[in-house]
Structure formats: C-alpha cells, structure tokens
C-alpha cells in the first residue's frame, strides 16, 4: 500500500519545466468568441501543454525561440493546429467549430455544460456518454458512483439508489429530461427505473438546490439529460453490446433515427439479462444463521430488463417542441435468504438448480413515461415548458406465511393472488415553466412547478397507505455579473404541499385487548397534512485570474415528509424489521454553506470543496426498545422521529498531467454526522459513508484510435460511528483497471471497452450497500466488455435546398 501511494505521490510531483526564454498566452474560444473551458493546449515539440481556465485562457512560461505547433482539442470541436515563430512574448486566440453546430439550434440556456460550470455557484459534476461508456456498471446510479461525493445503496448486481454526501431515498431529486423523476425511492430495494443507454448527459448537483427543484432536493440532484440530437438532413444508428462474467450478464441497446431541416425522430431498445452474481465467500450470516453458498453465488438475484424509447418533435429557429416516451421493464429476484421473516425456510435445492431463474422472492417493475419538452424565444425571454405524466407499478412476490393473527392460510375469497405481497400503482402529473431573461446584467429565470400523485397499494401485506399528494412551488433566481471576475447569485422560492393519506384495515381480524373479542384492526388512519416553506439561496462566483476560482454559496431548504414516514405501520421484510409512521412530523428543514476552489496551471489541477449542514429537524428511523408479536415474529419496532443534526465534509481533487500521455488523479472524500438531539443523542446517521480516497494512473497516448489504460485504487477507512442497530463495517482497499481502444469499420469508429471492477478478488463490505446490514460482502472480480458502435449515414442534400 505504502508503495502504490508513493508511486503516485512521485509522479503528481514529477516534471517542471526547466526555466527558458519567453511565454507564450492566448485564448481558446468558440466561432462566437465564447470562452472554452477545459480545452487541452499542447506543444508537442516541448513537451507541455494545459488545459484552458474559466476564461478559455492559457499561458506556457519560459519556453525558448523557435517555430512551434499549438494543438488545441476539446471534446464536441473540431482540433485545430497552428504553427507559430516565437521569438518573444506573444498573444494568441484559436478558435474552435462544433462538430455538430446544430445543438445550438435546440440548447437550453440552463443546460450548456461550459455555462453551467462557470456560473453556477453549487457544486456541480457534469459527466456525457463517454464516461458512462468508460464506467459502466449495473446501473445508470452504479456508473456514477466514481466521482466525488456520489456513493449508492447497492440492490443486487441490476439496481442501485444514489446518496450525495450520505443522504438518499427521499433527499435527492433525480430528473429525466427535465422531469422528476417519480417512483417509490422511499425504498431501500428500490432501484431507479433509467437506462444508462439512453442517457447523454449527466449532471450532478451536490448540495441543497431546494431553490431550484423544490422538496426532495435537499441533498443534491441529479439531472439526466437526453442523447445529443442529429444534425440536418442525416439518418443515423448505434449499437451499444455489454457483458459482464460475474453474473453472467449480457445484453444490447440498439438506436436508431434521422432529422430532416426540422423534424427529428429516434428510437432505442434496450435488453440485459444477468443471472445470480457472485461474491467471495462461501457462507454469509443472515442475523447469525449461516447460510451457505452455493459456488459463491447469491440465489436468487438473477434478472431482466427491457427498455423502448421514442423521441421525436419539430426544431426551429425560435420554437422547439420534442416528445419524449419510454416504457422500462425489470424482474429481478431477490437474494432468498435475505428477505421474509423466516431466512432458514428456503428451498436450496430449488434456488441452486439454476443461476438464471428468477423465482420467489422477486418483484416486478414497469415505468411508463411521457414528456413534453418545450421551448420557444421571444425576444429577451427564453420560455421553457415541460409537462410529463408518469406510470409507475411495482409488485413484490413471496410465498405466503403467516404471522401473529394471520390466518395460516391464505383465503381464495380476498381477491389478491396468494404470491402479491406488495403492490405499489403510483401515476404522477407534472408541470414545470421557466422564463429566462437578460436584463442589463441581470440573468433572471422565473419559474413554476407542480405535481400530483395517486399512488394504491395492494397484496397481503402492509407498509404503507395509499395517498394522494399535490405540490406547488413558484421562485426567482437572478445571477448578477458584477464585474468580469465576479457572478452574484440570489434566489427565494415559496412551496405548497397537500398530503392525504387513506385508511387501511387489517383483512384478517386481530385480539387486540386481551379479552378474547377480535377485530380488523386500522393500521392507518385517514389523514391530511399541509406543508408550506419558504427557502432561499445566496452565492457568488469570483474567479481573479485564468488560473484560480473560487465559489461559495449560502442557503436554506426544505422537505416534505413522505407518506411512509407519516403512516408506514408495518413489517419491512427485507430489514426484518416493523417500521411506525409518525403523524406529527413536521417539514424537514436544512441549511447549508458550500465552498469550492480551483487552481489550475501547467497540467496540474486541484480542487478542494468543503460543506456544511445543520438540520433543526432531520427525519429519521429511529429503533425502539419495543417488539412486535402481532404481525411478525417478535421484530425490532422502529419509529420515525426528528432530531437536530450536523454534517460536514468534502470533497478533494487533485490531478496532474504528466507528458503527453500520463495523468495521474487523486480523488478523496470526508463526511462527519452527529446527531444533536433525542433518544440517539451523540451518534451519526445510518448509510453514513466512511473517509476514502481513489487514486488513479491513465496512459492514454496521442495514437490513432485513442487507447487509452487506466488504473484505479480506492482506499475506504473503517466506519465505527454507527446507529445501533447498524454493524461497523472494516477498511478495505480495492483495485479496478479499465482499457480501450477505437477502430475504423467501414468508416465507423467501433468503441472497444474493458473493465477488471474488484480486480484482486477482495472480500469487503461496502457500508452504504442494502445487503451490509446482513453482512453480504460486495460483489467478487467482474471483467466488463463493451462495444459502441456509432452509424452517421450520409447526409441526405436536396436538389431545391435554398439554404
């Protein structure tokens, strides 16, 4: 360990310049004379090159007379090279062409990612498809998990729910083409239902934007743009192929579409199928019942999904209109062993005979999804209108067995099949509406967002009640140049929320005083609850020379309760736990400081992003003394309850290009959770990620076909600062390696991947995965290929084109 951190050490600080003659600065900007941001500047006959600052800036120093070749390549632009005499200090400005000058014809102002970096004052990482491809784990969530400050709650090898800096399920909004995306994330062994096939940009937000996305943006966001769209008069395909040999899993995403002057269409499929994964063990302990493996894998936890997207709309010079429509499908088991109330009644000899069979205890997911994206210029105003509608039904199957008063079996006359254990049939409208304005140095946007939900439950257990929800929100943002060095930010919004949540009674009858009469017991009650809040938010960006930024950012914000933290009043199989709503909670409320710096110069860049967060009132599970002998089998209660809590932390980046082929990454994380009050006084907050640290070595040289191999080594400290009845988990480290290369078919380049994840085989136990409150190691080495193959047709000209 000592020699791999000593390793990089030595090469983050290898290699100055030696001092010389002159310096050579410049420019690198768009054919707009907008400044590029990240552009790589080289002079291959020296050796050097950097990467342009804020303002597309960039200077070499002490580089001696000569004739000289400046390369300049961004990714989206045309490379561009120029030979220049340089017989002392000189001044230069290169500009760049798109690729495909069209996304200008369609880009939403609030989505450039240049735009976005320089001037928003949160936290923000924005990823494309390159880096998906580069990454691509089981899931979209999966995937994303490699940057900073992101970590998931691992489901299985299918499916994972994101936390940004430790907080999840109901604190992070995720949105799918503007649209928030709505499921049942309240769950721990919820997955997101998005196909990482489709997405093309990924933007994450850390810290609170409540401003912005309204409740559940309490810890972050993360914005799932669509792919990017053709170009006129073009016809295009892509084949994406992906397997993994953990669990078998293999699969295809398959798009395809064209554009005309103005209208566009396009479609993709996506299939995967995987069988159950496999970890480096052959027992594992479920509540200290050992449970054996057989060949190390988990039985059970093999699946399938299927993906159909459309897209399709008009795009004109003022007005655009695209509608997006995507159904996804998955069934996926899960681990036998780990869910019920009894771990020890589980057929092996059934679950064993086949790594591919998807059997009780499974569940069901369907995600039906319209949007309507709109935008339209209007003189100073840029209107953008989105409307979505959403589908969302799940089924979770398990043998029935009955518990307490339960009957012990299961009634042919209640009308739900005797396998339905949950049922969830949640259907959601929303609106959005922003107006851009540019007024003098003002850059205002107003904006409007509403939903409503109508979510029915079903099956022959209970958790949760059915209810209906409504939710309003109107603010103003406004950002404020007040100089060339310095953005201001200010904004404050105003949020409306209804809640009704709709009685539920037992469908068996229970004793429930001791005197021998029995009843159907309410498990809920019918309640309505109003919430309403007003947030703000309060930053600025300054950024004093092309080499330093700094931003820092105040705010406030807010979440509703969910229904399940109000009214849950039943057994969680999958925690072994019985879980009790509490109808008194109030709002959730959070305020937040966030800095972050950048220095950049001569190949090095380091970025340092620390935060703070003080909760009057944060929302938590809390376990009880008390145990449960009527509906399960003498199970934990836990109850919600609030409590004061403080978190701090951050997030430090430090890379260093070394030649013209080397770089060298460091990328570390830090958060510290107490909570300040109530019965868990002293203690931190479940799903609390330990300290870790990623270290990575790429060699990707200037060859035809861009190969590149790349090293990765991440350190995670042990996590001792628990809340009972949560389990401490041990330090590990674990490697990973990835590799790729780009060949020509046909004119075509073919996107060849590789990926080694857990390359050395380690047992360890990831603290914010589902399976470590069983102590269920993390999945063992998984070699990933995957293929893109990208198709552009030729242009499709017209003999009366007066363009």
């Excluded at 009704?500 to 309410?522: K, L, N, T």
Aim: charged letters at 20%; one cysteine or more.
């Amino acid at each position: 360990m000592k020699i791999v951190i000593g390793m990089l050490a030595g090469l983050l600080c290898f290699g100055s310049v030696t001092g010389q003659d002159y310096r050579l600065s410049g420019r690198i900007v768009d054919t707009a004379d907008v400044p590029l941001v990240g552009a790589r500047v080289a002079l291959p006959e020296a050796g050097i090159h950097t990467i342009t600052g804020r303002t597309g800036s960039f200077f070499f120093e002490g580089v001696k007379s000569g004739v000289y070749r400046i390369d300049v390549g961004k990714e989206g632009y045309e490379s561009l090279s120029e030979k220049i005499t340089l017989d002392g200090d000189r001044q230069v400005v290169m500009r760049l062409e798109r690729t495909m000058r069209v996304l200008d014809e369609v880009l939403v102002v609030d989505n450039h990612v240049t735009r976005r970096k320089q001037e928003e004052s949160l936290n923000v990482e924005i990823v494309g498809k390159d880096f998906i491809h580069k990454n691509l784990g089981g899931s979209l969530m999966k995937t994303l998990e490699r940057l900073p400050g992101i970590q998931t709650i691992g489901i299985g090898s299918g499916q994972s729910k994101p936390l940004i800096r430790g907080l999840g399920f109901n604190r992070v909004v995720v949105l799918d083409k503007g649209i928030k995306h709505e499921g049942q994330q309240w769950g721990a062994d919820h997955g997101l239902e998005l196909d990482q096939f489709a997405a093309g940009e990924v933007e994450i937000v850390k810290g609170s934007a409540s401003f912005v996305y309204g409740s559940d943006a309490i810890g972050g966001a993360i914005d799932v743009k669509p792919e990017a769209l053709p170009a006129p008069n073009t016809a295009f395909a892509s084949v994406d192929l992906a397997a993994r040999t953990n669990n078998g899993s293999y699969g295809t995403s398959v798009r395809v579409g064209g554009r005309s002057d103005r209208w566009y269409a396009d479609a993709r499929v996506t299939y995967l199928q995987y069988g159950d994964y496999r970890v480096p063990t052959n027992t594992v302990y479920v509540y200290d019942y050992a449970v054996p493996l057989h060949n190390q894998r988990l039985r059970n936890t093999a699946g399938r999904e299927t993906n159909l997207h459309f897209a399709g709309g008009y795009l004109g010079e003022s007005f655009n209109s695209i509608l997006y429509v995507s159904n996804t499908y998955s069934k996926a088991g899960f681990f036998a062993n780990a869910h019920g109330l009894e771990p020890r009644r589980v057929d092996i000899g059934l679950h064993d005979r086949s790594a591919r069979d998807i059997l009780m205890p499974r569940q069901n997911v369907n995600h039906f999804k319209v949007i309507s994206r709109n935008a339209l210029h209007l003189g100073p105003h840029h209107l953008q209108i989105e409307l979505g509608f959403q589908h969302n039904f799940r089924q979770e199957y398990s043998q029935y067995a009955n518990h307490g008063y339960m009957p012990p079996v299961f009634p042919d006359t209640l009308g739900t099949p005797p396998g339905l254990e949950r049922e969830f049939d949640k259907h959601v409208y929303s609106l959005n509406m922003k107006d851009y304005v540019k007024l003098g140095r003002h850059e205002l946007t107003f904006g409007v967002n509403g939903e409503y939900h109508d979510n029915a439950i079903g099956g022959w257990t209970f958790l949760v009640p059915a209810f209906e929800q409504v939710t309003a929100g109107a603010f103003v943002y406004d950002k404020y140049r007040l100089g060339d060095k310095t953005l201001l930010h200010a904004a404050v919004r105003y949020d409306h929320g209804n809640l009704r949540m709709f009685e539920y009674r037992d469908w068996f009858p229970s004793e429930v005083d001791g005197s021998g009469a029995q009843e159907h017991v309410i498990r809920a009650a019918d309640l309505r609850r109003h919430f309403n809040s007003l947030v703000w938010s309060a930053g600025v960006n300054y950024d004093p020379t092309d080499a330093f930024s700094l931003k820092a950012n105040v705010g406030k914000s807010f979440r509703m309760p969910i229904a399940k933290e109000l009214s849950a009043n039943g057994v969680n199989y999958h925690y072994f736990s019985y879980e009790q709503g509490n109808p008194s909670l109030s709002a959730e409320q959070s305020y937040q400081a966030d800095l972050s710096a950048e220095w950049t110069n001569g190949g090095w860049r380091v970025q340092l992003s620390p935060f703070y967060n003080y909760f009057p009132n944060y929302i938590y599970l809390n376990p009880t003394a008390f145990f449960d002998h009527y509906y399960g089998a003498g199970n934990q209660v836990f109850r919600y309850e609030e409590s004061r809590v403080v978190r701090y932390g951050g997030e430090l980046q430090v890379s260093r290009q070394i030649g013209d082929a080397l770089k060298a990454e460091v990328l570390g994380e830090y958060l510290f959770s107490k909570q300040l009050s109530g019965t868990k006084k002293g203690f931190s907050l479940p799903f609390a990620p330990p300290p870790s640290l990623l270290m990575n070595l790429t060699w990707a040289p200037q060859w035809t076909g861009n190969p590149f191999v790349s090293l990765d080594y991440k350190i995670v400290a042990k996590q001792d600062r628990i809340v009972p009845p949560e389990r401490k988990t041990d330090g590990y480290g674990v490697a990973a390696i990835q590799a790729g290369y780009t060949v020509s078919v046909a004119h075509n380049p073919v996107h060849l991947n590789l990926q080694v994840q857990n390359l050395l085989n380690t047992k360890y136990m990831d603290h914010t995965s589902f399976y470590r409150l069983i102590e269920l190691p993390e999945m063992g080495r998984n070699i990933v290929l995957s293929v893109r193959i990208p198709v552009m047709m030729a242009s499709k000209h017209r003999s009366n084109d007066h363009h």
